[in-house]
């Protein structure tokens, strides 16, 4: 601004002199012919009805302002260590309204300094010295080498030691590699019966059952991300066949459980289990009952919930069986088998599950079983001693826990 002639008309009048000053109101004149030297003019902005450049400064009269360069260790700006202009001082708080905006590009290019080299300063810095003392400042922490890739399933901090107790081999074991003792339907139904007289009630032996196999379809289904109010798609679809057998009373049972939380749920219902008469009174409210069995069910279906594969029903072998082994061999539905109990010689070979739910301890011959669940059903840790039959809970913080089979596994039961 100070460095331009400009002429300017003001009511019809020419003034030619050397711009000191230029603000949205006014612009302020020196050195006007007839004036003193030091003497200013102003021209208010609503008096100028042209305005035009006369001249511009020389070189040399550019190079003739002095420029202060600062060093690289003197005081920083707000904006780092970059050079204040000439008439601004770091003491002065009004050091940016009084920043010049020509000022940035005033600077001589014989003055600039040298380009910094980063290359060179980073082979320099010495990272690994840096961070020893680091450490030795944090409390001398060892530095880890080669530290080996935990699993998912491990923990950084180390487990207890299991209790020592009398060990004990198992048909079956858990994730946590923890034996489960499988067993035969007689030394099984031995077992519950023992339960039953202890205290434990069948009913709730069927309600738990019902609920467990309940999470486990719709954790298959897809969890919180299929079943849930912010599905925008159709409900999944559940098919649950039932038979008066036990299976059945938890088929219907678990039908029940799913048609509460918002699962399209159709049941077919080849015979009513005794003592359900009542759980099949709601699902006939609640639309859920299929009258034209397996031919009223919708084309597509998620998962099938077979509650028709035990003993009892196997053995006498009714002549609905036939027609459900192939409805089940033909449709695509992946199937979840509610604890099936197989005998050593059967007609025909049953529909292969996916999945299958075994209620409290698993049978040594389970069977065409797929992906083996145990179920929490409430039995006391005393009724398998009074059975003598090792054990040691494999649920901790779960109702239904995976099983693999294996050679034995032998740990310490406590």
């Known amino acids: 601004k100070q460095w331009y002639q400009r002429r300017v008309r003001a009511n019809g009048t020419s003034v030619n002199g050397r711009v000191t000053k230029i603000t949205s109101s006014v612009v302020s004149l020196t050195d006007l012919p007839g004036k003193q030297k030091n003497g200013t003019f102003d021209v208010y902005s609503h008096e100028i009805s042209d305005l035009e450049i006369v001249s511009l400064p020389t070189r040399n009269e550019i190079d003739q302002k002095p420029i202060t360069i600062m060093r690289r260790d003197a005081s920083p700006n707000r904006r780092g260590n970059s050079p204040l202009p000439p008439d601004i001082t770091p003491d002065n708080n009004n050091s940016r309204k009084q920043y010049k905006k020509g000022d940035a590009f005033s600077m001589s290019v014989n003055n600039m300094l040298e380009d910094f080299d980063f290359q060179s300063s980073n082979k320099l810095f010495q990272k690994d010295t840096i961070f020893d003392e680091w450490r030795q400042q944090d409390g001398g922490l060892p530095k880890q080498v080669n530290s080996e890739k935990l699993k998912p399933r491990e923990m950084v901090i180390e487990s207890a030691a299991p209790v020592q107790g009398p060990g004990f081999e198992g048909d079956f074991y858990t994730d946590d590699r923890i034996p489960v003792v499988g067993l035969s339907l007689s030394r099984r139904v031995n077992l519950f019966k023992r339960a039953i007289n202890c205290g434990l009630s069948y009913s709730h032996v069927v309600s738990v059952a019902g609920m467990s196999v309940s999470q486990l379809v719709i954790q298959v289904l897809g969890g919180s991300c299929r079943v849930s109010l912010n599905n925008h798609n159709k409900p999944p679809v559940v098919a649950a066949l039932v038979s008066s057998g036990e299976s059945g009373k ?65 053995l006498t072998w009714p002549d609905w069986m036939n027609s459900v082994l192939d409805w089940t061999s033909e449709s695509r539905a992946p199937i979840v088998a509610v604890d099936p109990q197989h005998p050593t010689q059967l007609p025909r070979t049953p529909t292969p599950p996916k999945w299958t739910c075994t209620l409290g301890a698993p049978l040594v011959n389970q069977g065409l079983a797929g992906r083996l669940f145990l179920i929490d059903i409430g039995l006391f840790p005393f009724a398998f001693q009074e059975e003598n039959i090792p054990y040691r809970s494999p649920f901790f913080d779960k109702f239904i826990v995976p099983l693999n089979r294996s050679t034995k596994i032998r740990m310490n039961s406590g």
Do not use: E, M, Y
């Open 250 to 314: 938890v088929a219907v049972t678990t039908a029940l459980h799913l048609s509460q939380h918002g699962i399209t749920v159709k049941v077919v219902l080849f015979a009513t289990p005794k003592g359900c008469d009542g759980l099949v009174n709601i699902l006939r409210k609640g639309k859920c009952v299929v009258d034209k069995g397996l031919q009223g069910l919708p084309n597509v279906i998620d998962i099938i919930v077979d509650g028709t594969q035990d003993r009892n029903t196997l």
